[in-house]
């Protein structure tokens, strides 16, 4: 079976610290996604890789960087956390090649900021 | 700008009745659609993966269909349970090199026994 893990179920941090969600998945995948979830809005991109060291970013990048050091670890950082960044993260993998291939995604971390 | 609606938001039916979730999306120029079920806190569970060459998937008690020209899927759910209580996303892959899924904000079932 295919396995997505996420560092965190949940945290809490206060305003202006720097935040590391960690992702590491198991299937060798080449991609790699950072989502977020938030009432209304949906699950919006963040940033997302297709190799290690490559990053694109997603619909929302700002106030988020990431990094991918290693094929099965892809970390997304808040450098200066700020409320409005309290909501769920979710990570997701695949591979790469081809038309077809199926995301999956990992528990979610849900992170508030106080 | 690829947009996905789903319709309705919520959806309340006795145990056992069959179902139908609608998904719609604005082009329809995609490689495929994932249909995904996601229990309240948690992480996403895909659920099938229907390619833009295929009309549908089945799995289970559960088939989805998809007519890309007109840009519409459908996840038929049979014989409901109180185990089907979720939301239900849909997702399509846009046909470009490198971009993820685009969702919808989703319909949450409730089955009631």
């Known amino acids: 079976d295919v396995k997505v893990t996420q560092s965190s179920r949940y945290l809490v941090k206060r305003t202006g610290e720097k935040v590391f969600l960690e992702c590491v998945q198991d299937m060798d995948h080449e991609n790699m996604f950072w989502y977020r979830q938030d009432p209304g809005l949906g699950l919006r991109l963040i940033y997302f890789s297709y190799d290690v060291k490559m990053k694109e970013k997603g619909d929302i990048p700002e106030g988020y960087s990431v990094s991918r050091e290693k094929k099965e670890r892809f970390s997304l950082i808040l450098e200066s956390a700020s409320t409005n960044q309290t909501s769920m993260y979710l990570c997701?993998?695949?591979?790469?090649?081809?038309?077809?291939?199926?995301?999956?995604f990992g528990p979610g971390t849900r992170l508030t900021v106080t | 700008k690829q947009e996905v609606t789903q319709i309705p938001a919520a959806l309340s039916v006795p145990e056992g009745e069959n179902l139908v979730l609608n998904c719609s999306f604005t082009d329809s120029a995609i490689y495929n659609l994932q249909w995904f079920r996601q229990d309240p806190g948690k992480g996403l569970t895909s659920l099938l993966l229907i390619q833009s060459s295929q009309r549908e998937q089945t799995s289970g008690r559960l088939n989805a269909s998809l007519d890309k020209s007109s840009g519409r899927s459908t996840l038929y759910i049979a014989a409901s349970q109180p185990g089907d209580s979720a939301t239900y996303l849909c997702a399509v892959r846009p046909a470009q090199a490198g971009t993820a899924l685009i969702f919808g904000k989703g319909t949450t079932l409730s089955v009631s026994s």
């Open positions: 997701a993998s695949s591979y790469r090649g081809g038309r077809s291939y199926e995301q999956y």
